[in-house]
């Protein structure tokens, strides 16, 4: 069925540098996406979303961006920082309320001061 | 509670018992989802409910998994004769009527 991957288990960078985190996805009719932060033994927190007709919305030192010719989402986190440790997950589903999302199986970001 | 809160935070059940997970929603959120997260894994969708619609239980395992959302509201997630492998974290989330899923902390399920 489709669903949705990450490339990468595990990213570890140093305080302060920038953080990009990347996601493919394969259901081309999927049109909204969003990506969580989720600490140990809690349950996963609301980043930031993008619709399909957006490549690029901006946070509060995050950016997601959106490729859909290569179904491709990306996170970046700007200035990372030891509070940023944690498993992100991005996810996908179509823009109606009840469609449940899909989740992929996370990327491990781990920051060192 | 301005969150999703999930009750209770652990627990630990003998094999062949019922279990029964509780989530009460972020109040005006019109949809209720339930995932199940195994150790390191991603969430697995289970089950959702949009306002007065029949649920989608497409993504329930098997025949020993049922949930109820009463009034709109609060909502069960019923486990009967409890295995090894359904030993998991079972998260609840809500939603608006446009935009993200909010999540509540989770349940922690062990399965003796």
């Known amino acids: 069925g489709e669903s949705v991957g990450l490339h990468l288990p595990t990213l570890s960078v140093q305080e302060g540098d920038n953080s990009i985190i990347n996601c493919a996805y394969s259901n081309s009719a999927s049109d909204y996406f969003i990506w969580y932060k989720q600490e140990s033994g809690k349950g996963p927190q609301f980043i930031i979303d993008?619709?399909?007709?957006?490549d690029k919305r901006q946070g509060q030192r995050v950016t997601v961006l959106l490729n859909k010719t290569v179904k491709h989402l990306s996170l970046q986190i700007a200035a990372t920082q030891p509070g940023d440790s944690a498993v992100y997950f991005c996810a996908e589903s179509g823009t109606q309320a009840g469609t449940a999302l899909i989740f992929g199986k996370g990327t491990t970001l781990s920051v060192s001061s | 509670g301005a969150g999703v809160s999930q009750s209770p935070s652990n627990k630990v059940t003998e094999k062949g018992k019922d279990v029964e997970l509780r989530c009460d929603p972020i109040s005006g959120h019109t949809a209720l989802y339930w995932y199940r997260q195994s150790l390191g894994q991603g969430l697995e969708f289970l089950i959702y409910?949009?306002?007065?619609?029949?649920?989608?239980k497409s993504g329930l395992p098997s025949d020993r998994f049922s949930a109820e959302r009463t009034g709109g509201s609060v909502s069960t997630l019923t486990i009967q004769r409890t295995q090894q492998e359904d030993s998991a974290v079972y998260l609840c989330?809500?939603?608006?009527?446009?935009?993200?899923?909010?999540f509540g902390p989770g349940t922690r399920l062990t399965v003796l």
């Open positions: 993008i619709r399909s007709n957006m």
């Open positions: 989330a809500s939603r608006p009527d446009w935009g993200g899923q909010f």
């Open positions: 409910f949009q306002g007065n619609s029949a649920p989608d």
